[in-house]
């Protein structure tokens, strides 16, 4: 048993050992990938569910590694909060995002409403730097109005530094930018937390929606955001529609924005420009 224990132990150090080289070596790849061309944004359309009438898209980043691949945000996002690259790589995302919004301006017809475009922003970015001036220096830069810019946090971003957090989305809502809390409803931060953070949107997070009509207490959780959310003006988006009646029960209970594989996959900046002509 000892031994064995012992076999163990070297096991798993091993497989430690190896995570955490992969960890150095994909920071070390990250470092610089924006630069040689291999990152780009997706953007996921958004639609109206009233009017079934497109309003914006979120911006989801892209890196095209040389070896392997497509790889996944939910991996190197992370790597890029710990390690600090973040710090360059999100005002680039930021900035990126704000100059494609204007090039959706040029193709869409004269009397559309503005498309907005919806950047996430990450715990860190919030911390380190000063992000409303980051975000002024970029609308300023591409000429974006700041009423057709929305930044997504997550629950927990908001919920931890509270009252520094809450003066830096004072500063950005007076502004004109829109702030959305992203996965909401995961973070068992409790619905009273919506009177104290300034914010314009919930994006009920899709594993609220996946189960829907057919799973009541999804259902009825659903249907309590949209009534809470609704009575404090705050705009409700549902993420992960992949079904029809997934739309059309969530429009039902008054939901405003959706978004979702059968509305729209994220495609790329050219497709998307075609998708607006
Ligand atoms: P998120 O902000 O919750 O973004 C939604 C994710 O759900 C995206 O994954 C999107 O492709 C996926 N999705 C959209 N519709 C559906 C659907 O109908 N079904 C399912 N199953 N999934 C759907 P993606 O692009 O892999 O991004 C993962 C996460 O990485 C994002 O989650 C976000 O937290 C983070 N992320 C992506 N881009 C950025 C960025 O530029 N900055 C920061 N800080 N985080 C980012
Ligand atoms: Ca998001
Ligand atoms: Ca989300
Ligand atoms: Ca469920």
């Known amino acids: 048993a000892k031994l064995a224990g012992k076999n163990c132990y070297r096991f798993y150090s091993r497989a430690i050992d190896q995570a ?83 090039r959706w301006r040029k193709v869409q017809a004269r009397d559309d409403e503005p498309l907005f475009v919806s950047v996430n922003v990450s715990p860190r970015q919030l911390r380190s730097g000063d992000l409303p001036a980051t975000v002024a220096s970029c609308l300023r830069e591409t000429g974006l109005s700041a009423h057709q810019l929305h930044v997504e946090l997550t629950e927990t ?21 829109k702030v959305w809390l ?47 959310a609704h009575s404090l003006n705050i705009v409700v988006v549902a993420e992960g529609v992949e079904k029809p009646d997934q739309a059309a029960v969530l429009r039902d209970r008054g939901c405003d924005l959706a978004q979702g594989y059968w509305l729209g996959h994220p495609i790329d900046i050219d497709g998307f420009l075609e998708l607006l002509a």
């Open 182 to 228: 992203d996965d909401f409803g995961t973070g068992f931060s409790g619905l009273s937390h919506l009177r104290r953070v300034p914010v314009d949107g919930v994006k009920i997070d899709r594993s609220f929606v996946a189960d829907i009509p057919r799973d009541a207490d999804d259902l009825a959780l659903t249907t309590a955001i949209i009534a809470m």
């Open 20 to 102: 955490a080289e992969r960890r150095v070596q994909l920071e070390q790849e990250l470092r610089g990938a924006w630069d040689r061309g291999e990152m780009s944004l997706a953007y996921q359309p958004v639609f109206r569910l009233a009017d079934r009438r497109l309003v914006g898209a979120e911006a989801l980043l892209r890196w095209q590694h040389p070896q392997q691949g497509l790889v996944s945000p939910s991996v190197f996002i992370e790597v890029a909060e710990q390690s600090g690259l973040i710090d360059t790589l999100g005002p680039q995302v930021l900035r990126a995002a704000c100059r494609d919004a204007m």
């Open 157 to 177: 971003t908001v919920i931890s530094d509270e009252p520094h957090v809450i003066e830096l989305l004072a500063r950005l809502r007076l502004m004109g930018v």
